[in-house]
């Protein structure tokens, strides 16, 4: 009597890994908004399954702030304690990097840049050095990006969506590659 039981559990149970572990490694769509000074962190929404899903949003982050309040020391002794398997895992990075861009492929994307110093010439100068972004985009019909300057007041204000195939199968190889870096003797 158990034992007709145990196999459908089994195969239940089975049956669930297998569905999580595609669901996992099938490539998914993740989107990124960040709105600066206003919201100031980071939104995230995520589709499963090649996209095929409905959208799943993700807790905001907040956007990281440097105060400088971590001293110097501090610092240099984090890197003292990093260890001689940190270098054989930094001997490995091209490789990591590799499979970490393999693994994310950029779909489109959008910038809305307000922005103005209170001086004009500066806000003009400024308006010049992003104008090969603006008007020689390359990638002009997966990447929208517009400036608008004011002259006569300070303004920032930094509005960017990105959104991007992310495929975790071709992250794999970095991960053994990893794994084997730090528990290899």
């Known amino acids: 009597m158990l034992g007709p039981v145990l196999s459908v559990v089994a195969s239940l ?5 297998a569905a999580g572990g595609v669901m996992l490694l099938a490539p998914m769509r993740i989107e990124a908004r960040a709105v600066f000074p206003e919201e100031k962190f980071l939104r995230t929404r ?13 807790p905001a982050v907040s956007l990281p ?3 400088g309040s971590e001293s110097r020391t501090r610092r240099a002794s984090k890197k ?4 001689g398997r940190m270098k054989s895992l930094f001997s490995a990075g091209p490789k990591i990097i590799k499979s970490l861009l393999a693994a994310i492929k950029f779909e489109c994307g959008e910038v809305k840049l307000e922005y103005g110093s209170g001086d004009p010439a500066d806000t003009g100068m400024l308006f010049g050095y992003m104008a090969p972004i603006i008007y020689a985009n390359p990638a002009a019909d997966k990447f929208k990006f517009s400036a608008i300057p004011h002259y006569d007041d300070e303004v920032f204000r930094f509005e ?3 959104q991007i195939l992310f495929r975790p199968a071709y ?3 970095a991960i053994a590659l990893i794994a084997w870096k730090l528990i290899r003797p």
């Not at 995520?46 to 993700?58: A, D, H, K, N, Y």
């Not at 003292?80 to 260890?83: E, I, P, R």
Request: net charge positive.
């Open 80 to 83: 003292k304690k990093a260890g």
């Open 160 to 162: 960017g969506v990105a």
């Open 171 to 173: 992250l794999l190889p």
């Open 65 to 67: 702030r440097r105060d």
């Open 13 to 17: 149970l089975l049956f669930l890994i």
């Open 46 to 58: 995520i589709r499963f399954l090649w996209g095929s899903t409905p959208w799943v949003r993700l």
